[in-house]
């Protein structure tokens, strides 16, 4: 019988980068600090990596959420290997990212080069302690949510992420949007809800990210999280670029 992780691989398909609309996504990306990728996964590729959630040999360990006052529900860190599916969406994704994120660090005068492919930036990673694999799978129940927050692990940081939604809006559960604030200097905070369907994706700021005022460029604090699921449960794969401590 064939493992899960195989049937994983087995269906695992280039990203075909010219079919995706990066200019508009990196416009969207320096509007509103997300852009979304519709139907990126198909269904049974959603179906196959919720499942993995209950066989821990994926996994590094599990975080259940209410004891760290995180929120409510729980996730899990993938380990090295990661499965194929996963590994070629970290790779695929990050050489378009790392042009809009050094672009951003050009504007806000930080002076953080990215390099070209992410088997480079993960060795800038590990060499400065950070070896852990970020990628995760989040599991929420009804009553569960996840709190504002920025997934920062350690000195090196990539300024994008993903999250992709696994389970079906309306069928597997209701409630659970993705939000996103960000916060002006001297303003009140904006809030975001991104609507997502199954398989969709979206890309968005992990900390902060360049907006142009009167008096020339700043940087905009940004926070992501999940409101209260009110039925059923939802899955979310989430791809982070840089390695933890």
Request: glycine share 8%; net charge neutral; with cysteine.
């Amino acid at each position: 019988m064939k493992s899960r992780h195989a049937g994983l691989a087995a269906q695992t398909q280039s990203v075909d980068q010219d079919k995706l609309d990066w200019l508009r996504m990196a416009a969207d990306l320096d509007c509103y600090g997300a852009a979304i990728i519709p139907g990126l996964l198909q269904a049974d590729a959603c179906d196959s990596l919720a499942a993995l959630y209950g066989d821990d040999r994926h996994f590094r360990s599990r975080v259940v959420m209410a004891r760290h006052s995180f929120g409510s529900g729980e996730y899990k860190y993938f380990a090295y290997p990661l499965p194929a599916r996963i590994q070629e969406l970290r790779t695929a994704f990050y050489p378009p990212l790392a042009e809009i994120a050094n672009r951003w660090n050009q504007a806000m005068d930080i002076a953080v080069h990215y390099p070209a492919t992410h088997e480079q930036y993960i060795k800038h990673c590990h060499a400065a302690g950070q070896r852990r694999p970020t990628p995760l799978l989040l599991q929420y129940g009804a009553g569960d949510y996840n709190c504002l927050h920025q997934d920062l692990y350690g000195e090196h940081v990539f300024p994008l992420q993903m999250a992709i939604l696994l389970s079906q809006p309306g069928k597997d559960f209701t409630g659970g949007e993705f939000v996103l604030t960000e916060q002006r200097p001297r303003m009140q905070s904006r809030a975001e809800v991104v609507p997502l369907e199954q398989g969709d994706a979206v890309v968005f700021a992990v900390h902060h990210r360049p907006m142009q005022g009167t008096r020339g460029t700043y940087r905009v604090m940004m926070r992501h999280g999940v409101s209260r699921i009110r039925s059923g449960h939802r899955h979310t794969l989430g791809i982070i670029f840089h390695d933890a401590t």
